[in-house]
T-cell receptor, first 111, second 119 residues
Framework: GDSVTQMEGPVTLSEEAFLTINCTYTATGYPSLFWYVQYPGEGLQLLLKATKADDKGSNKGFEATYRKETTSFHLEKGSVQVSDSAVYFCAVVGGSYIPTFGRGTSLIVHP | GAVVSQHPSWVICKSGTSVKIECRSLDFQATTMFWYRQFPKQSLMLMATSNEGSKATYEQGVEKDKFLINHASLTLSTLTVTSAHPEDSSFYIC???????????????FGPGTRLTVL
C-alpha cells in the first residue's frame, strides 16, 4: 500500500526563520500529494496540493514541489510566523482515492 | 467553498450511553465521507469509508457494531458510538470528497472535529 514518511518533530524555530519539513512517499501510479495543517483543537485544513510531477503547490507563503524522481514533497516557507505554529501532515492519494497520512510534524515558532 | 461541518464540536457522556456525531458538506455534494480518530499528538487513524446509499467499509480492527456509520444523503453522514466507554474518548474527525465538477475528487475536506469524553 501507499505510505508517507515525515520528519519527526517538534520543529522549533524563531520567527522569520526558514522552514523545511521533509516528506517522502511510496505509491503506485501517479498519486496526488497534499499538505494539511491542524491548529490546536481543530480539524485539518488543506494547505496546498500538487497533482503531477514538477507541480508546485503554494499557499500562504508555503510551497512544496512534487518530485517524482526522489518521491518527495517537502514543505518550505521562507519566513515563519508565530501564527504558523501547528501540526503539519503530508498525505498521498493514489488510485483508491483514500489518502494515506504521515504521522504529522509539530511546528513551534517562538517570537 | 468546500466547507464541512461537524456537530457537536464536543460532547461529554456517561459510560454506556450512545453518542451520535453528524458530518455535513455544506456547499458541495459528497459521494464519499471518511471518519477518522485521532489520539493526542498522533496522526489520524482511518476508521471507515462511507459512500452515499451503501454500507460503510470499515478498516481492520474497527468494530462496526460499535461505530455505526450512516450516509443517508450526499451531504450528511453520521457516526454513532454505541455503548460508549472511557477508552472511546478521542477526537473524531470526518472528511468529505466531492463529486466531479465540485471540489476536486482527489481532495478531502475536513470537518473541525468532535471531542468525545466518556466518563
Amino acid at each position: 500500500g501507499d505510505s508517507v514518511t515525515q520528519m519527526e518533530g517538534p520543529v522549533t524555530l524563531s520567527e522569520e526563520a526558514f522552514l523545511t519539513i521533509n516528506c517522502t512517499y511510496t505509491a503506485t501510479g501517479y498519486p496526488s500529494l497534499f499538505w494539511y495543517v491542524q491548529y490546536p483543537g481543530e480539524g485539518l485544513q488543506l494547505l496546498l496540493k500538487a497533482t503531477k510531477a514538477d507541480d508546485k503547490g503554494s499557499n500562504k507563503g508555503f510551497e512544496a514541489t512534487y518530485r517524482k524522481e526522489t518521491t518527495s514533497f517537502h514543505l518550505e516557507k521562507g519566513s515563519v510566523q508565530v501564527s504558523d505554529s501547528a501540526v503539519y501532515f503530508c498525505a498521498v492519494v493514489g488510485g483508491s482515492y483514500i489518502p494515506t497520512f504521515g504521522r504529522g510534524t509539530s511546528l513551534i515558532v517562538h517570537p | 467553498g468546500a466547507v464541512v461541518s461537524q456537530h457537536p464540536s464536543w460532547v461529554i457522556c456517561k459510560s454506556g450511553t450512545s453518542v451520535k456525531i453528524e458530518c455535513r458538506s455544506l456547499d458541495f455534494q459528497a459521494t464519499t465521507m471518511f471518519w477518522y480518530r485521532q489520539f493526542p499528538k498522533q496522526s489520524l487513524m482511518l476508521m471507515a469509508t462511507s459512500n452515499e446509499g451503501s454500507k460503510a467499509t470499515y478498516e481492520q480492527g474497527v468494530e462496526k457494531d460499535k461505530f455505526l456509520i450512516n450516509h443517508a444523503s450526499l451531504t450528511l453522514s453520521t457516526l454513532t458510538v454505541t455503548s460508549a466507554h472511557p477508552e472511546d474518548s478521542s477526537f473524531y474527525i470526518c472528511s468529505a470528497r466531492g463529486v466531479a465538477g465540485a471540489p476536486s475528487t482527489d481532495t478531502q475536506y475536513f470537518g473541525p472535529g468532535t471531542r468525545l469524553t466518556v466518563l
